[in-house]
């Protein structure tokens, strides 16, 4: 798919592209939607409970972690007000990632007339211990849709945490038609965690001003090779700028090569990655890469302020990925996702925007400093790396 993509005269702008991606995931772009894309948590929030509030018909949520903490209980009351006004609301969390949630959490929203429901609950088969929901859906009316970096809880903005340990993450909302698409990305983990079945209709795709949004969705046994081959059709037909932020980064050696290559041929290809993580192990299995990513010209950085916890991409200022795919094993192997994928320059600005603010507030790793690095670190890199497959 790189090399078809690479061979298109005009690269992403290139309307062969755009076809390239629809085939590959065998679903359209679909055109006239207006995104928005959230940095903070307390915005993205205070647009999707006002899309809760608006909601007339029905109301999917999605997420890997639904906490009982402040935030999840204003979600709570928000879903029940909905019920109570005759609003069918189904929820959908993953049993481990939201394993410290209390089960009177679970009860009340039982008790307000909400459908809830647990991917994969631990326990017998332990197999399904491995494949987890990671997932972040928000669908108000099949109108307005919301996916990208943020689950549901305090950690992406409280006034009661210091600012040192509020995530960094980005999300969007896309009104238009992409967000009917939304539905049945729902559907599947719904059905899949014994939900009751409910209906699909068509999207209705009319042409009309806006970005073209294609959804990149994938779960264990499906659509994680689809995904990999538009990636790798995006980097093929970059020819300036390819800036990915991710927040768990233990790729396969091959996306070492593919990100190499795009900077061989001169395209800026720049990576933005957690100076700080809550999972160590991780962030030192990316560092197990970093000699072999600054050989070949890709320059790495590393988010200081805080943890960052965003998965995006955006290349040549034209298509942007949002959504909760990392560059990591996990998420093409064992994982459901979700991403936006929007040609939109309007997008695309605001994204490039946001990747250099963040720039500012990150230290750039060099390859000669990397290289004198103490022997405990490398020590540890080098572990981590072995480890990576199974991260």
């Keep these: 798919m790189g090399l078809l993509s690479g061979a298109l005269p005009g690269g992403i702008e290139d309307p062969g592209f755009e076809a390239l991606l629809s085939r590959i995931d065998e679903s359209p772009f679909h055109p006239g939607n207006r995104v928005e894309v959230f940095f903070r948590g307390e915005d993205a929030f205070v647009s999707m409970l006002a899309a809760v509030g608006a909601a007339s018909s029905e109301i999917l949520l999605e997420s890997y972690i639904l906490r009982d903490d402040a935030t999840g209980r204003r979600f ?37 007339g909400i459908q809830a429901r647990l991917f994969h609950p631990l326990g017998v088969p ?16 099949r109108r307005v849709a919301f996916t990208g970096g943020m689950n549901i809880g305090d950690e992406y903005g409280s ?9 960094r993450d980005t999300h969007a909302r896309v009104e238009g038609p992409a967000a009917a698409e939304m539905a049945a990305v729902f559907r599947e983990g719904w059905l899949k965690s ?23 969705d994938s779960r264990p046994g499906r659509g994680a090779r689809e995904v990999s081959a538009a990636l790798a059709a995006t980097v093929g037909a970059s020819r300036r700028r390819l800036w990915i932020t991710t927040a768990y980064f233990a790729p396969r050696a091959r996306v070492c090569a593919v990100l190499g290559g795009a900077a061989a041929r001169g395209v800026d290809v720049r990576l933005l990655l957690p100076g700080r993580s809550d999972v160590a192990v991780v962030r030192h299995a990316g560092h197990g890469f970093f000699s072999t990513l600054l050989d070949r010209g890709v320059r790495i950085f590393e988010y200081e302020p805080a943890i960052l916890h965003a998965k995006t991409l955006v290349a040549d200022g034209r298509l942007s990925v949002i959504g909760s795919s990392n560059l990591d094993f996990r998420s093409f192997e064992r994982n459901a996702e979700c991403n936006f994928a929007a040609l939109d320059t309007g997008t695309g600005e605001r994204m490039e925007k946001q990747f250099e603010d963040d720039l500012a507030q990150s230290v750039e790793i060099r390859a000669p400093e990397w290289r004198r ?19």
């Design 76 to 112: 709570q009351q928000s879903l029940a007000a909905a019920a109570r006004r005759g609003v069918a609301v189904r929820v959908l969390a993953d049993a481990l990632g939201s394993f410290g949630t209390r089960s009177a959490f679970w009860r009340q929203l039982a008790a307000d």
């Design 126 to 141: 332990l197999r399904f211990l491995k494949f987890r929901d990671h997932r972040k859906i928000l669908v108000a009316d």
């Design 159 to 167: 006034a009661l945490l210091p600012a040192r340990l509020v995530f």
């Design 194 to 216: 014994g939900g009751e079945p409910f209906p699909l209709e068509p999207v209705d795709a009319v042409p009309g001003p806006g970005a073209r949004v294609l959804v990149l």
């Design 373 to 391: 690095r103490a022997w405990p670190h490398r020590l540890g890199d080098a572990a981590a790396r072995r480890l990576a497959p199974f991260l």
